[in-house]
């Protein structure tokens, strides 16, 4: 009985060893297929401290207020940085910074005045932009009456990374509101402008709808334009806000706004007071060329967008577009109030900019937590991660007080990490002109530059100011990108090792049951006999 009940333990102890070489092949190939699709997260860290750009940033004596930047890098010098953006107070005004240094440092570039313009000379509404050679363009407006109307649009240009300007060229005449600049990133002195043609303004308002959203094009680096080309549909009467990209096979994306029958905001039937915000919806649109900008196709991206403050319509909120190095990749990005509080939203293409989908809340906050998100910059570094800085209130329970932070999506858009607070102070959101009314204006944007290591976001930073002074300065700050490490080639390895276990065990296996095959007297094998007792052993039967 002993015999019978040992020969039952070694017969169980096969099948189990066969069990066990299969499940270490199984696992084997489980780590192997995990090393071959490693995609933790990258590190985000903030860089030293943030820096103003502006000089008069550290002046108290200065009360400035800077807003609305834009920022560029020299693709034939990554060192090359260069930031303008909008002055406000005391007068209408604008500034341009470049750096040298990768952003370390930022030197004022005087903008050469047209001759011939109203005196005092003022200069508004700057934009930049670096051709594929390394050529700097600047956009301006200058000014004509008491307001802020554009009397022409002019253009400078550098080849010296900023340092130096050229005489203006005049490219556009009067009422052209929010212009914006853009470069071919694959044909050196192409360059496109677009703009809000207005026929004529009233207070604080377009009096009249129906004013086009047009785009010009240069092949010469400014030095002649063609005709303006209108991208919006006539039917689309109340347009604002345009922003342009141009990708890498040539086509050209204008990003804009449908206010539809917003008057509070279009005719600024608010007369420039604050209070509840148009209680109506607005449309996000994207104009699509792919001839270069001779004619245009409308995708509509979202007819949902809540609004979520009145605003003054020269100078209205901006959403932003950007485009990715892989042929049809268009993201775009903008805020709304559609879950109760201001969010930052963006929307997804891979057709080229026919069709978007894949609308993504981008902040990482509660739902309807109470506080607000809101005029996302968007911006594609070289490997695909696309980054996205906002204004965020998260840290204030009674949502006045402004961070910025930035959040990003390696798979196109469709989820983000968590949220980088790139600001070390905060500082307060009603500091700045128009206060006074209920209406401060941070500015239109945000600036960034995205690298596969780092990003340089530039904001309205009101740290230095208060609600007399409505002092604003542009500063930056740097988030660094640090690669998690690896788990390829530690799961390659173990998962070798694992098979090879798996691999050893099955042959063993099998040579084990070739032996006991022999003992047990199976055809081809000799027979085993119990010693000395004259009874033969019974087979083993596996």
């Known amino acids: 009985m002993a015999g019978h009940r040992g020969a039952g333990r070694t017969g169980r102890s096969r099948p189990r060893s066969w069990l066990l070489a299969w499940l270490l092949i199984v696992v084997a190939g489980v780590v192997l297929f995990l090393a071959g699709d490693d995609r933790r997260e990258a590190t985000a860290l903030v860089v030293g401290r943030n820096l103003p750009i502006n000089v008069g940033a550290v002046d108290k004596r200065d009360i400035s207020a800077n807003n609305s930047p834009s920022a560029v890098a020299n693709p034939t010098d990554p060192d090359n940085l260069v930031v303008s953006n909008r002055v406000d107070l005391p007068r209408f005004s604008c500034a341009l910074h470049h750096s040298l240094d990768g952003g370390a440092t930022f030197r004022a570039t005087t903008i050469p005045f047209p001759e011939g313009e109203e005196a005092p000379p003022r200069c508004f509404a700057p934009d930049v932009a670096f051709d594929t050679a390394g050529v700097l363009y600047v956009s301006f407006a200058t000014l004509i009456g008491f307001g802020n109307q554009p009397n022409a649009i002019w253009l400078v240009k550098s080849s010296d990374g900023g340092r130096t300007l050229s005489v203006p060229t005049r490219v556009l005449g009067r009422l052209a509101f929010q212009t914006r600049l853009s470069a071919d990133p694959t044909r050196a002195g192409r360059l496109y402008l677009s703009w809000l043609?207005?026929?004529?303004?009233?207070?604080?308002?377009?009096?009249?709808?129906?004013?086009?959203?047009?785009?010009?094009?240069?092949?010469?680096?400014?030095?002649?334009?063609?005709?303006?080309?209108?991208?919006?549909?006539?039917?689309?009467?109340?347009?604002?806000?345009?922003?342009?990209?141009?990708?890498?096979?040539?086509?050209?994306?204008?990003?804009?706004?449908?206010?539809?029958?917003?008057?509070?905001?279009?005719?600024?039937?608010?007369?420039?007071?604050?209070?509840?915000?148009?209680?109506?919806?607005?449309?996000?649109?994207?104009?699509?060329?792919?001839?270069e900008g001779s004619t245009w196709a409308e995708t509509v991206v979202d007819t949902r967008l809540v609004p979520i403050e009145r605003f003054i319509v020269f100078t209205p909120p901006t959403p932003s577009i950007a485009v990715g190095d892989d042929h049809g990749e268009v993201f775009v990005s903008f805020h709304d109030a559609s879950l109760g509080d201001a969010d930052v939203?963006?929307?997804?293409?891979?057709?080229?900019?026919v069709s978007f989908w894949n609308r993504r809340r981008v902040n990482d906050t509660p739902t309807g937590d109470g506080t607000s998100q809101y005029l996302p910059k968007l911006s594609v570094a070289p490997n695909g991660r696309i980054d996205v800085v906002y204004y965020d209130r998260r840290q204030d329970s009674k949502n006045l007080r402004n961070s910025v932070s930035l959040q990003s999506s390696k798979d196109d858009g469709t989820t983000f990490g968590p949220r980088v607070r790139i600001t070390d102070m905060s500082f307060d959101s009603r500091v700045g002109f128009g206060n006074a009314r209920g209406m401060p204006d941070l500015g239109s944007r945000l600036g960034l530059v995205s690298t596969n290591d780092r990003a340089?976001?530039?904001?309205?930073?009101?740290?230095?100011?208060?609600?007399?002074?409505?002092?604003?300065?542009?500063?930056?700050?740097?988030?660094?990108?640090?690669?998690?490490?690896?788990?390829?080639?530690?799961?390659?390895?173990?998962?070798?090792?694992?098979?090879?276990?798996?691999?050893?065990?099955?042959?063993?296996?099998?040579?084990?049951?070739?032996?006991?095959?022999r003992r047990s007297g199976t055809p081809g094998a000799s027979p085993e006999h119990s010693s000395g007792s004259g009874v033969t052993a019974a087979p083993f039967v596996g």
């Open 456 to 517: 340089m976001a530039v904001w309205t930073d009101t740290r230095g100011g208060t609600e007399a002074s409505n002092k604003q300065d542009v500063a930056r700050g740097v988030v660094a990108f640090t690669p998690a490490a690896s788990l390829r080639d530690p799961l390659r390895l173990g998962g070798a090792a694992l098979a090879g276990l798996g691999v050893l065990g099955t042959v063993s296996s099998l040579a084990r049951r070739r032996r006991r095959r």
């Open 345 to 353: 939203w963006v929307w997804s293409s891979g057709n080229g900019g």
């Open 197 to 291: 043609q207005a026929e004529t303004t009233a207070n604080l308002s377009f009096p009249t709808p129906g004013n086009p959203i047009n785009v010009a094009r240069s092949d010469d680096g400014g030095a002649t334009w063609g005709p303006p080309v209108q991208v919006n549909p006539a039917t689309r009467g109340r347009v604002i806000a345009p922003s342009t990209a141009v990708g890498g096979d040539g086509a050209v994306y204008v990003v804009y706004l449908d206010l539809g029958d917003d008057a509070l905001d279009y005719h600024g039937a608010h007369e420039g007071k604050g209070g509840d915000a148009y209680a109506g919806k607005w449309s996000l649109l994207v104009a699509r060329s792919g001839d």
